[in-house]
Every structure is written in C-alpha cells, then in structure tokens.
C-alpha cells in the first residue's frame, strides 16, 4: 500500500511540477493580483492556468458563463473573463495540491486516512474558490437588504428639503461605510466621468444584485423621466415597505440557518456514537 501511494504521488507531483514550469507563460496573469488575503500562494495559480490546457482539467462553457456572470457584479464587466479564469485557476491549483499532498503524507506514514483528508481538502478547498465570488455576490445582495431602508429614508428625506437627486445621493454615498454606501459611491464616480444620473442608478442597481435595490432605482429613474414632485413621498413610503422586507428576509435567514446546522449537528452525533460503539467493541474483544 505504501508503494502504490509513494508512486501515485510522485507521478502526481511531477505532473504538478511539469505544469508549473509550462504555466510561467501565464505569469503576466497574476501580476496584477495585489491582495494577498484575496489570493493567496498566488505565485502558483500558474499550475491552474496551465492545467486548463488539458480537455479533461478545461473549464466548460457553462461553468465559465456561470463564473463570468459573478464576475461581471464584482468588477468592470472588461475584466470580468478574466478574473472568471482567474477563480478557475485557484480552483484546479488548490485542489490538485489537496490530492498530490494527500498521498505524498499518505505514502510517508503507510496510512489511507491521509489520502482521504487530502481527498477531502482538495473538494473543499476547490468549492471554496468555485463559489467564492458568488458568495461575495449573495452577501453583497444580504448587505443591500439590511441597509437599503435607511438609505431610502435618508434620501427621502434630503430631497424633500429641496435638494436635488445627484445632491442628495453624493451627500448619503458619503456619509457612512457599508456595502450600499460603496455601490453609491462608484456610481457617483461613474457620473462625474461621463455617466448619466439614469445610467449611474441603473448600475447601482444591477450590481446589487438585489430585488429591493433594483426596484428603488426603477422608482428613481421613473422619477427622472417624469419629474416626480411626489418622489419623496413614494421613496418615504418604500422604506417603510423595505423594512417590512428586511424583517421578512431576517427571519427566513435565521430559519435556513437552523436548518444548515442540522446537518453537521447530526452528522457530528453519528461520528461520536461510532467511535463510542467502535471502544466498546474492542474493550469487548479484547
């Protein structure tokens, strides 16, 4: 058993060696990627770049589309290809490492258990880099739901002073940190290279990703268009709506996440109860 993981693991390491070297030609890829709490061992996504060379290791159209999708709501839609290539890339480096040192440690101490682990570590390590913009875009979208209410209350409130709207949304982007407040903010820097207001606010709303921001940006952009005297009245009446939402959406997130802890809760019990079970049988036998 030893020999066989030793070998597996050398052949596996050497074709890991083998598309580092082929994978230098991507190395003008990563150079751009700055944040090394982003990504990390960043030095040898090269690996993966390469690996999606292979047919077996490419990465389908419909992953790509799925992955370009997310992209396209976290970063300028030019580059949103690339950093879809560059999700992929972590994906195959980190879980081809999980494997090659699963059995590499396997070999070394003549024991299963650590391929397994590496087996294990490399399905997680390769869903965490797969779904991680995607989980970006889900908490972007959880974020805008908790503070969108204030913001239209706000915004309700300034314009019924008689500011303007461009006024009123530079005056609320910056006065406080969050995630919505950070989406207003790019939207003002969008209107001051060129974007129209409408053209701002419909961003603003589309990279949100969320239901409830799409709509006050519909209302706002209606509101453009026709010259809205009652605009604030409408917007006073949607953030009392949206705080009905936001409860609603605490609540349904509290229950989903009582359910999602059921799962290892349980499986953690039929772990204990095994190994108990497992020491009485062998006190037993023995």
Not at 86 to 93: D, E, G, I, N
Not at 152 to 163: D, F
Request: proline share 1%; net charge neutral.
């Amino acid at each position: 058993m030893r020999l066989a993981m030793m070998i597996i693991g050398t052949l596996l390491a050497v074709f890991l060696i083998i598309k580092y070297i082929k994978g230098k030609k991507y190395a003008d890829l990563i150079e751009g990627l700055e944040d090394d709490n982003e990504y990390p061992l960043k030095d040898f996504y090269v690996i993966g770049f390469s690996m999606n060379d292979n047919s077996i290791f490419k990465i389908h159209d419909k992953n790509k589309d799925e992955l370009i999708s997310q992209a396209k709501l976290l970063y300028d839609s030019r580059y949103s290809e690339y950093y879809a290539m560059v999700a992929w890339a972590q994906t195959l480096t980190f879980a081809y490492l999980g494997v090659v040192f699963g059995f590499i440690i396997g070999g070394i101490f003549n024991s299963i258990f650590f391929v397994l682990v590496g087996a294990i570590f490399a399905a997680a390590l390769g869903n965490y880099f797969y779904t991680k913009m995607k989980n970006k875009v889900e908490s972007r979208k959880e974020d805008c739901v908790s503070e969108l209410p204030e913001v239209v209350s706000t915004i309700a409130m300034l314009m019924n002073s008689g500011m303007t709207l461009k006024e009123v949304w530079e005056l609320v982007a910056n006065s406080k940190e969050g995630t919505v407040y950070s989406l207003m903010k790019q939207s003002c820097i969008d209107m001051k290279n060129g974007m129209t207001e409408k053209e701002a606010i419909s961003k603003f709303g589309i990279y949100s990703n969320s239901a409830e921001v799409k709509k006050f940006t519909s209302v706002l952009i209606q509101g453009i268009d026709k010259g809205s005297k009652d605009l604030s009245e409408i917007l006073a009446e949607q953030s009392i709506q949206l705080l009905e939402a936001k409860k609603q959406y605490m609540l349904q997130k509290g229950e989903a996440a009582s359910s999602k802890l059921l799962l290892p809760t349980t499986l953690i019990f039929v772990g204990v109860m095994i190994v108990v079970i497992a020491a009485a049988v062998g006190l037993l036998l023995g």
